[in-house]
Structures are given as C-alpha cells and as structure tokens.
C-alpha cells in the first residue's frame, strides 16, 4: 500500500483487514460524491500528544462546574450511528479502534455544548492511564488544535506506530 494511496473494495470491511489496515497506518473515510468507504494512508497525519496535550482552562471550569457522566464501551452501535448522522461538522460520543499502545480516533458527535470535548478530554486521561502512547485523529481540525493535535510527516507517525506497537496494553 502507497501513501495518499486509496481502496475501495468490500474485502477491506473485513474485521481482520481493518485491524491490518489500522495497523499499518490507514483509515477508512466516505467519499462524499459516492459514499463509497475508501481507506486512506496521507503523508501527513495529525495526532494529539499524550505527553503534552492542551486541557482548555475554559473546558476545565465547564466540566468543575458541571457534573458529567462518561461511559467506556457503552451503546457502541447508537454511537457509531450519532457520528454518522450529521453533515460535515463534528458532533458526546466518540469512538475509534485501538491496537496495542495506539488509539485511532474515528468519529465523534454531541447532542449538548461542550460535549464532544470532554469526551475527548476524559478519553486522553484514559489513554494516559492505561499508558497508550498514540492518540491518532487523522486529520487538524479547529476543534482539534485547540486541545494541542500536531501535524506529522508519514515517517514520523510510522515512528510512533512502531513505538506504539511495543506496548502491549488494553483499553
């Protein structure tokens, strides 16, 4: 598989080929002229540090303010459909798929303000927690800066990848 290089064939729907594919790096996204699932592999990547994310002092008092209940492996399904049923904004759930040490965020979505960024900020404390080394988000977005993502080159995600892959954590 090339870099910036893209699929779309049922075949990489397949639990174990996602894994693999994950796993190497890629991440399926819809076209949105067919809505086909094609995979993706970019030259650049966005992670967020585990080790030096940004806690927004503004979310902060939010989330002292307000009591907020967040769940782990909950309503997987209803969540996946909550992403899925929105237009081209983020929209709080959020999921994505780990394998070892590495955590790729897939989608998000919130149906009250703030949501979507504390479920982010709760999800990056547990990765910290259960020593996850890699927080993928694929690509910058406003939303995601905000909390300190960084673009990097191909070569260094690989990198992280490898490093990522050492750890042999759960979720």
């Known amino acids: 598989m090339n870099k910036n290089q893209k699929f779309n064939q049922e075949l990489f729907l397949e639990p174990g080929n996602m894994l693999r594919l994950y796993a190497r790096g890629a991440f399926p996204m819809a076209d949105e002229k067919t809505s086909d699932i ?13 080790d030096s994310y940004n806690f927004p002092r503004s979310l902060k ?10 769940r782990y492996d909950f309503d997987f399904l209803s969540v996946v459909k909550a992403c899925a049923n929105r237009e081209k ?3 709080g759930g959020l999921y994505g798929v780990t394998f070892r040490g590495a955590f790729f965020g897939e989608s998000m979505f919130s149906k009250i303000t703030q949501a979507s ?5 709760k999800l990056i404390k547990h990765l910290n927690e259960k020593k996850f080394s890699l927080l993928d988000v694929q690509y910058m977005t406003p939303h ?9 080159s191909f070569e260094e995600y690989n990198r992280l990848l490898l490093l990522a892959y050492q750890n042999e954590v759960e979720f």
């Open 38 to 50: 094609n995979w993706y592999l970019p030259e650049i990547r966005t992670i967020i540090p585990l």
């Open 61 to 70: 008092k939010t989330m002292d303010k307000f009591d907020y209940e967040v």
């Open 117 to 121: 960024k504390i479920a982010l900020i």
């Open 89 to 91: 904004t983020w929209i």
């Open 144 to 152: 995601l800066k905000m909390f300190g993502a960084k673009e990097i």
